[in-house]
């Protein structure tokens, strides 16, 4: 007997435990998505509970996965920059560099937009976004400058600007619009005047 437990402790993870560990990670999921839309609708002062309720699980399996609530909100802002990160990298491999770089621009401006009250959440936490999410930052930072010389090749944007010059104009362009109160048409005029201002000036005749 004691030669068979030992076997079946040393062996091959239990098919109960591999279940259990893909039910954690999709309550973990099921948070996250429920809590983006709960801070996007209803801002990040909504009690946790609201969060709990929309992803159907308890307040103590929420609390389980995310300590505080802070937690949570750097968790959002994580996934969302390695999501954005993944998509500059897909925009690379798009045939046309124009809208390959600009609808990316677009996007990365309506997940600013979207998650200025988490970002100012966390910086009165005293937590650094940037710092902890280095590894994303920097692969988004890669993928944008590749973006940009491919559409510089094609004359389709100024030569004079680099990734970190994008990033920070639509981040602060989106930054300030929520500052001043505008609506997301405003703000998405904004960055089209932005997407413009990269654009390379055709040569005076």
């Known amino acids: 007997m004691v030669g068979e437990r030992a076997i079946e402790t040393d062996g091959p993870e239990s098919a109960p435990a591999r279940a259990m560990r893909a039910d ?96 100012d959440a966390l910086d009165s936490a005293g937590i650094d976004v940037k710092s902890r999410c280095a590894a994303s930052m920097e692969r988004m930072e890669a993928a944008m400058a590749a973006l940009l010389a491919r559409a510089a090749a094609a004359g389709a944007v100024r030569d004079d600007i680099d990734a970190n010059d994008v990033l920070g104009l639509v981040v602060g362009t989106c930054h300030g619009a929520r500052r001043m109160g505008a609506d997301d048409a405003a703000t998405e005029r904004l960055i089209g005047i932005c997407c413009q201002g990269l654009r390379r000036a055709d040569p005076a005749p």
């Not at 002062?45 to 929309?54: C, M």
């Not at 802070?70 to 920059?81: D, M, P, R, S």
């Open 24 to 119: 954690a990670q999709k309550n973990r999921q099921r948070i996250l998505d429920a809590a983006a839309d709960v801070f996007a609708a209803r801002g990040v002062s909504v009690p946790i509970d609201l969060v709990a309720e929309r992803a159907g699980v308890g307040v103590g399996t929420l609390y389980r996965h995310f300590p505080t609530k802070e937690a949570l909100f750097e968790a959002i802002v994580e996934t969302k920059v390695d999501d954005l990160a993944r998509a500059a990298e897909a925009a690379i491999d798009e045939p046309d560099p124009d809208p390959a770089l600009f609808g990316f621009i677009r996007q990365l401006a309506r997940e600013a937009s979207s998650k200025q009250d988490l970002f």
